[in-house]
């Protein structure tokens, strides 16, 4: 099985925009043979704390139709971020469409306390089947947290994909906890940033895949949008900054 992350620079709170972003992306996975594909953290709306209450909707909303068709056409399972709407407050979010099936939701658990004004933690641990292959959620702060990977790991994980919005000093702390966690685990672990301005800081990229024994297989540069590709069977990956996005 192939499995992709995407690396991207959103724009701040055009959900329009971002929506195509992420379609130019998927055509490209398709074209790819990936079956399943993950974006960074809030990447539909760009990593942006002040203006999730006012762009935060549910699953069901019609700017997912797109995303879902696409998933449906090229039989690929998505993992977009967006602020939802969930009980009375707001949370960090990942949208998943799998062809044909009712849209799931991950919820970030583990909040850092810079986002306790503005979401709600998650309850429910995140796994989802692609092919037979369990794949286990995380959203940024999430990798700093023992209990989650340990948890992923007890649930039946075999890959572990982090969605992060992360500067420059929190990818290098990033880059040692997954190494940690994939050598840990005995489990491959993929991370998918953004690039560009979020919030008060700069995201720097370095999208990345991480083999069973820790080892950094390869890593997106730190200004280009782009797909980086893991091969499940084989261990190899494949990196595209052609496209303009």
Known sequence: MKIGIAQLSPRRGDIAHNVQVHQTMTEQAVAAGVSALFFPELSLTGYEP????????????TLFDLLQALSDWGQITLGVGMPLRRGEGVQIGMVLLQPGQPRQVY??????????????AGT???LISVQGTNVALAICYEISIPGHPQRAYQDGAHLYVASVAKSAEGVEKATMALSAISNAYAMPVLMANNIGPCDNFVAAGQSGV?????TKLAQLDSTAEGLL???TQTGSTYTDYTSQY
């Open 107 to 120: 919820a970030k658990q583990y909040l850092h306390p810079d986002e306790y004004p503005y979401f709600v």
């Open 50 to 61: 002040e203006l999730a209450h006012s762009l935060a909707t549910s699953p069901n909303d």
């Open 229 to 231: 590709i893991y091969n």
């Open 210 to 214: 991480w083999d069973a024994q820790g």
């Open 124 to 126: 429910e641990p995140g």
